[in-house]
């Protein structure tokens, strides 16, 4: 199944080497001086079409049985972990690959050779729940829902090769890869500054990002951020506490790439404060603490952010969630590490009390008082947006 890489469609790769010989005969019996050719040039773009069935124009296929190769430059590392899968998209999407070993660790990686610089890396999905990107042992994308789910980021290579995987952890779950295409940015492998996002549910993405009814203020907060000025690079999601964070493998991304100059925005506590996470409001302040110290060591801004209350947190018309999620604990943070702070909960009761009740229910998912829909999640956004460009941090 594999063709021409895209990125040279004029390019004969298998003209034989006969009349190569031939040619260079004639010509040297003709008197002219000839040189040995040139290298060939290595691709900086690629676009892959993965699985058995037919390969879409433009892009290369890759069959699960495609193992890397030095002379091929790209292909598994161990394709006998992988499948060849249908799937319910078209185009691209008509067919995938399933990886059956995964975690971030995982050596059943998509290996490409790359020369160093920075890439844009553009993923679709094959039929799959939810998934997770991860590239260079660590997290990329997190929780992709929904088959044909899409999502890009840009990554720094520096040691000739991109490892790539789709992963999540749990098993019995598909994690399947239709397409993916690589862009060359820059030369430079430096990442822009970028805007890291932490959190829970109220925070995360969710697919397809461009229509989802459902919302996470991180998801939306692209909208008010200047892309000349920041990249904006959401790790949270559904049901996170600190804990998890710390220790799951979001965080060990972040500091991975984060550098002086970028922010990184931290929300916890909704998910804390559940009795099955028995996390006590003294072990979260110190976890908080543990990241924010983390973060602030390699230069970079750490900016805490508290939780918005429940839409139906009105008492004689006002909106009031101050005793909410652990909040008194991250505010007092905030003051004793000498860090930002963005009290979304009271930013965003002050908002829904000039909205009024019937208003603030209509910002969240129908029957449920505190996830965001789309709308409300925008309202969120901008919101700490606004905060951040008041504190004079974007």
Known sequence: MPQTPAAHPGMNWRKPVASCLAAAALAAGAGLVLTAPAAQAEPS????????????KGYTGVSATDAYTPERRYGFNTPGQMANVPAKGSGVGSDAVRFLEFGTKSTNTFNVDLKEGLYRVSVTLGDTSRASIAAEGVFQEMNLTGNGAQASFEIPVTDGQLNLLVTEGKVGTAFTLSALEIEKVSRHPEM????????????????????????GWGQMLPRFVDPDAFDVRNMATGGQIARGFRNDGQLEAILRYIKPGDLFLLEMGINDTAAKNATTEAEFKEIMRDMVRQVAATGATPVLVTPQGRATDFVDGIHSSVDRWYRHSTVALAAEEGVPLVDLNVLSSAYFTEIGPEATLALFMAGDTLHPNRAGATELARLVSEDLARQGLQ
């Open 45 to 56: 773009n690629y676009r892959f079409d993965f699985g058995d069935g037919p390969v879409e």
């Open 192 to 215: 822009d500054p970028t805007i890291w996002v932490g959190g829970d549910s109220t925070v995360a993405s969710y697919y397809p990002l461009e229509s989802s009814i459902q919302g």
